[in-house]
């Protein structure tokens, strides 16, 4: 893609992410949409243009890129949403992901992004995890559609390129040519390069990403090593989600245990911005639907109870099974706890679609569900016996089907 300047009547910022939300028409007026921004997308499409630059030739496409793309062992495509200035107007939408020598894309999920993102011109991209960046003949149709299909829109939304990304090269459907990079090019992104959330302050990372910040931010020299777990690049990369600070220095992982618990683990703030560490465990909680930890100590206990979890089993320190390297000088041995996000037994639905939505909820989480009911009948009779408590339990377990 030669030096590309999308032609239009320039703005000093840039271009907002917009959401379109349509009115209701009044009989005597002609229908309207009205256009708002949403603060989210927009500050995140802020930061992380101000980080790039613009987009504007292949080199810098390929920069951006690279260093998140040939990590994959599938393919990815993604549209890549510009303004003006051939500035991110969003982050970037990953709208296929498919095997490890195909992907399939149809040209309705690139221009449903497109429209969405109210951009004025967009590139797309996607890997060859091979490495070889040569595009196949369906790169090349694919291509030809997506320029058939935006002709429409004339200088309204312009497609600049079509890129493929192998291992030290890349590709430019549009220009018909192949760059080849001797060294690892870059446009100034802090490592670890991960893809943005929508919160400017979490990013989504691959294993390597996160295996590499986490070393780098809870290595031994850290006092607090010992109270993280450091997992593997194969087990990060059978996690649900891993998060990351922009700066590598706090983040999260998130593990489905497939049994109903969702737990965020190896969380970490290493780089003392206070709070750090609570944002990401929330966001997870949000966006991840983290309702299990574990943890040692009063003190993450406190801050997880802060955020709504309740003490699940409490066990004293075990010599045996603790963290390699534990500072036994700085952190003695402290309780060791599992936690878990109570049922909420108060949202009591009303519809027959709200009861059988929280009955699936509950069915997908009988350890929360089993841990929820206990408490609540240890509290409604406090001089319950243990087997009662147990029979009461099977009553309900052998109800619910669990």
């Known amino acids: 893609m030669a030096k590309t300047v999308i032609q239009g009547p320039g703005a000093r910022e840039p271009a907002e992410s917009v959401e379109v939300v349509h009115e209701a028409p009044h009989e005597s007026v002609i229908p309207f949409a009205r256009v708002s921004r949403d603060p989210k997308t927009h500050e995140a499409a802020l930061a992380l243009s101000k980080r790039v630059g613009p987009l504007d030739n292949t080199e810098k496409v390929y920069a951006f890129l690279a260093p998140r793309l040939r990590q994959e062992d599938q393919e990815v495509f993604l549209v890549l949403p510009l303004d003006l200035r051939c500035e991110l107007k969003t982050p970037p939408y990953e709208v296929a992901r498919g095997q490890r020598s195909s992907t399939v894309v149809g040209v309705e999920d690139v221009l449903r992004a497109v429209l969405e993102s109210g951009c004025e011109g967009f590139i797309v991209a996607h890997n060859h995890p091979s490495g070889k960046a040569r595009p196949s003949t369906a790169d090349k149709q694919l291509t030809r559609q997506i320029q058939q299909a935006t002709k429409p829109y004339g200088k309204g939304v312009m497609f600049l390129d079509h890129v493929v990304i192998g291992t030290s090269s890349c590709y430019s459907i549009v220009e018909k040519k192949e760059y080849t990079f001797k060294e690892e090019v870059s446009v100034g992104l802090t490592e670890p390069n991960p893809i943005p959330t929508g919160d400017p302050e979490v ?18 020299s850290n006092p607090a090593s010992g109270f993280v777990t450091h997992y593997s690049v194969k087990e990060l990369q059978a996690m649900k989600a891993r998060l990351l600070a922009p700066d590598g220095l706090a983040g999260i992982a998130v593990k489905d245990h497939g049994d109903g618990r969702v737990e965020g683990t190896a969380l970490f703030n290493a780089g003392g911005r206070k709070g750090m560490g609570e944002r990401m465990l929330r966001f997870a909680i949000e966006h991840e639907g983290v309702n299990y930890l574990e943890c040692f100590g009063e003190g993450l206990r406190d801050l997880y109870q802060r955020n709504g979890f309740v003490v ?3 066990s004293p320190f075990n010599d045996e099974s603790a963290p390699p390297g534990w500072n036994y000088a700085r952190f003695g041995r402290p309780n060791y706890y599992t936690m878990r996000k109570p049922v909420d037994f108060s949202k009591t639905p009303k519809t027959q679609e709200e009861v059988d939505a929280a009955i699936d909820e509950m069915l997908s989480d ?26 009461e339990l099977a009553i309900v377990e052998a109800t619910l089907g669990f």
């Open 366 to 391: 009988p350890a929360g569900v089993r841990a929820a009911l206990r408490k609540k009948l240890i509290a409604d009779k406090p001089g319950i016996t243990k087997r009662e408590l147990d029979t």
């Open 312 to 314: 699940e089993t409490e």
């Open 203 to 220: 990013l989504r990372a691959t294993a390597k990403e996160f295996r590499k910040a986490f070393e780098r931010a809870m290595g031994p």
